[in-house]
């Protein structure tokens, strides 16, 4: 479980150590409040967080955020928070953990279990955005061509490849549905 406190007070020691940011400050306080808030729902969430002299980015991972957030700010310091850790590592690791799918997708063997999971995954803050014209109030099956398209339009490749393999597990789902 993410020990917020301790995090929180690991993030505010490193920006002070590396005197970064050095402008919009204010972006660790936002980093602050989205781990507070977040906590609430997601205890066990996972997150990189990325330290740059013009600011902070806390990225929470398994849900499909753009990985152009992580190749955005190349060479400075990138931290997986789990738990109580703040880990430093390296940009190739930040790369490789925001490329991680949200869930395994072989994992939901009903076509109900994983409509639900895309529900929710789709609802998450993280997959939201204003160029958007979904009815984002509740995702359905017919409604993944319309966010595969939206994602496609603004580049996140991997959000583009999951729903595809997402798509093709529930064709095999309702195939087997049908024989059964």
């Keep these: 479980m993410l020990d917020v406190k301790t995090i929180i007070s690991k993030m505010q ?76 590592i390296p940009e190739s690791m930040a790369e490789s953990l925001i490329y991680e799918p949200p869930f395994n997708i072989v994992s939901c063997t009903s076509l109900s279990a994983l409509v639900d999971k895309m529900n929710s995954l789709l609802n998450e803050p993280a997959s939201q955005n204003v160029i958007f014209d979904i009815d984002n109030q509740k995702t359905t099956e017919a409604s993944w061509s319309q966010w595969r398209n939206a994602f496609e339009c603004c580049g996140n490749t991997l959000m583009v490849e999951f729903i595809d393999k997402v798509k093709e597990h529930a064709a095999k789902l309702t195939k087997l549905r049908l024989v059964a």
């Design 13 to 88: 020691k490193i920006s002070e150590e590396k005197q970064w940011p050095t402008s919009n400050a204010d972006s660790l306080t936002h980093d602050e409040l989205l781990l507070e808030k977040d906590f609430v729902e997601h205890p066990n969430r996972e997150y990189i967080w990325i330290l740059h002299a013009d600011g902070t980015c806390l990225i929470p991972l398994y849900q499909g955020v753009d990985p152009v957030y992580v190749k955005y700010w190349p060479n400075n310091y990138y931290y997986h928070v789990v738990e109580d850790k703040l880990n430093s």
